[in-house]
């Protein structure tokens, strides 16, 4: 990406790439489920998560894009020249199944919203955008997709202007964000643990490393030598990656206080449907709430699933030796394609479970919370532990290490929360 924007001249279009994905991914119908249980339940009281996870979160996705870039190899490759093959099979494992659930969760989501706006069977729908999803990710060149779908992503916006025809008090949501007032009770380190896995997500670092690692064998392949870790290539493989979670944490805060000032004020603090969800939107959307609210969910998951296969994909075929890209034709890369269809077909067989949709985003939120922790110990033990990995400022390699230490530290407090009397 770097030496591809330099060719360019710079520019913010120019490099704006794999971060900026990253980001809208990271917004999918997990995020929006929980972001709006977390205001229901809670009103402003969690909002300072969505400003302390901003540094971490970012730190987080630029040092595995750094990895990437300049190792021309993904997370799992990075982590097996690391840590034993147990350890990196036991990573591998965790983060399919995250994926796996996370994908049958956001199917789960959108056939909820399909069923919104056009009534029928929210199941039929679930597993038609399974198949959907499926060969759109076989037959189109993921650049391709999600340059067209990332556009409907921006429907979420629409959780701003909601913002602004409610009252809020402004002062009260500036306090929240910078001083916990909420006790850390069970219910609550709970929602934390969900709030800290929906943005700081590890299918986002095996994803992002590997686009980053594909534009720089690109590079190299054109100008014929290893587009190291420059001055330059950091700034904007920086740049990229902080827009991206900068927008995407502003559609979480902007979720939030809406689903506070609108649920949780009328006394619904317990989200049990799409429909209850979709309510938020109402002040601003009218009779057009549902579908909005139905074209978010759809929006983002058509962008999100793929992601979420594709990471699991990637960290399964370096794991094996195996090619692999949502670039190559399905014909070269069999065995990588094959994991792929695996991992979306079982999501959309796990639609077809009795799992309330809305429970089952929730809680996806909350395992990834759960298994980012021995993931970004891994990814932390590969930036730090080489002379060959690229030299990444002193800053960054701090932020990295304070981001897995808070996700320990939250894990860790649930676990404690979970079995003390």
Same mark, same amino acid.
């Given at each position: 990406?770097?030496?591809?924007t330099?060719?360019?001249?710079?520019?913010l279009?120019?490099?704006?790439?794999?971060?900026?994905?990253?980001?809208?991914a990271?917004?999918?119908? &997990?995020?929006?489920?929980?972001?709006s249980?977390?205001g229901?339940?809670?009103g402003y009281?969690?909002?300072?998560t969505?400003?302390?996870?901003?540094p971490?979160?970012?730190a987080?996705?630029?040092?595995?894009?750094? %990895?990437?870039?300049?190792?021309?190899?993904?997370?799992?490759?990075? %982590?097996?020249?690391?840590?034993?093959?147990?350890a990196? !099979?036991?990573?591998?494992?965790l983060l399919?199944?995250a994926?796996?659930?996370?994908i049958?969760?956001?199917?789960a989501?959108?056939?909820?919203?399909?069923? !919104?706006?056009?009534?029928?069977?929210a199941?039929?729908?679930?597993?038609a955008?399974?198949?959907?999803?499926?060969?759109?990710?076989?037959? %189109?060149?993921?650049?391709?997709?999600?340059?067209?779908l990332?556009?409907?992503?921006?429907?979420?916006?629409?959780?701003?202007?909601?913002?602004?025809?409610?009252h809020?008090?402004?002062?009260?949501?500036?306090?929240?964000?910078?001083w916990? &007032?909420?006790?850390?009770?069970?219910d609550?380190?709970?929602t934390?643990?969900?709030l800290?896995?929906?943005?700081?997500s590890?299918?986002?670092?095996?994803?992002?490393?590997s686009?980053?690692?594909?534009?720089s064998?690109? &590079?190299? =392949? =054109?100008r014929?030598?290893?587009?190291?870790?420059?001055?330059?290539?950091?700034?904007?493989?920086?740049?990229?990656?902080?827009f991206?979670?900068?927008v995407?944490?502003?559609?979480?805060?902007?979720i939030?206080v809406?689903?506070?000032?609108?649920?949780?004020?009328?006394g619904?603090t +317990?989200?049990?449907?799409?429909? +209850?969800?979709?309510e938020?939107l109402?002040?601003?959307?009218?009779?057009?709430?549902?579908?909005?609210f139905? /074209?978010?969910? %759809?929006?983002?998951? /058509?962008?999100?699933?793929?992601?979420?296969?594709g990471s699991?994909?990637?960290?399964?075929a370096?794991?094996f030796? /195996?090619r692999? @890209?949502?670039?190559?034709?399905a014909?070269?890369?069999i065995?990588f394609?094959?994991?792929v @269809?695996?991992?979306t077909?079982a999501?959309?067989?796990?639609?077809?479970?009795n799992i309330?949709?809305i429970?089952?985003?929730?809680?996806?939120?909350?395992?990834n919370?759960?298994?980012?922790v021995p993931?970004?110990?891994a990814? /932390?033990?590969v930036?730090? @532990?080489s002379?060959?990995?690229?030299?990444?400022?002193?800053?960054l390699?701090?932020?990295?290490w304070?981001?897995?230490?808070?996700?320990?530290?939250a894990v860790?407090?649930?676990a404690? @929360? &979970?079995f003390?009397?």
């Amino acid at each position: 990406m770097a030496d591809e924007t330099e060719s360019k001249g710079g520019g913010l279009l120019g490099i704006l790439g794999p971060g900026l994905i990253t980001g809208a991914a990271d917004d999918d119908p &997990s995020g929006i489920a929980t972001y709006s249980q977390a205001g229901a339940q809670f009103g402003y009281g969690l909002l300072w998560t969505v400003l302390l996870t901003l540094p971490f979160m970012a730190a987080i996705q630029i040092i595995s894009a750094c %990895i990437g870039w300049d190792t021309h190899r993904g997370l799992t490759r990075n %982590i097996a020249r690391r840590l034993p093959a147990w350890a990196l !099979l036991g990573i591998v494992a965790l983060l399919t199944v995250a994926n796996t659930l996370n994908i049958a969760a956001d199917l789960a989501a959108m056939g909820e919203g399909l069923k !919104l706006i056009a009534g029928g069977p929210a199941l039929v729908y679930a597993s038609a955008f399974g198949i959907v999803c499926l060969v759109a990710e076989v037959l %189109i060149p993921y650049h391709r997709y999600a340059g067209y779908l990332k556009y409907l992503t921006l429907v979420l916006f629409v959780y701003v202007g909601a913002a602004l025809t409610v009252h809020i008090p402004w002062g009260q949501v500036a306090l929240a964000m910078v001083w916990p &007032s909420t006790p850390l009770t069970h219910d609550v380190l709970l929602t934390v643990v969900a709030l800290f896995g929906t943005t700081i997500s590890p299918y986002l670092f095996f994803w992002q490393a590997s686009q980053e690692a594909e534009e720089s064998h690109l &590079s190299w =392949r =054109r100008r014929h030598r290893a587009p190291r870790l420059t001055p330059r290539a950091f700034r904007h493989i920086a740049l990229d990656t902080v827009f991206g979670m900068v927008v995407s944490n502003t559609i979480a805060f902007f979720i939030i206080v809406t689903t506070a000032a609108t649920l949780h004020v009328h006394g619904i603090t +317990q989200i049990n449907t799409a429909a +209850q969800a979709a309510e938020a939107l109402r002040p601003i959307a009218g009779e057009l709430t549902f579908a909005l609210f139905a /074209m978010g969910l %759809i929006g983002t998951g /058509m962008l999100a699933v793929p992601v979420l296969a594709g990471s699991a994909a990637y960290a399964v075929a370096e794991a094996f030796h /195996m090619r692999g @890209s949502l670039e190559l034709p399905a014909n070269r890369a069999i065995g990588f394609y094959a994991i792929v @269809s695996a991992a979306t077909l079982a999501g959309a067989a796990l639609t077809l479970t009795n799992i309330d949709p809305i429970k089952m985003l929730f809680w996806t939120a909350v395992i990834n919370g759960v298994v980012a922790v021995p993931i970004m110990l891994a990814m /932390m033990l590969v930036a730090a @532990s080489s002379k060959d990995e690229p030299k990444l400022p002193l800053w960054l390699v701090v932020l990295g290490w304070l981001a897995t230490a808070l996700m320990a530290i939250a894990v860790g407090l649930l676990a404690w @929360s &979970s079995f003390s009397p």
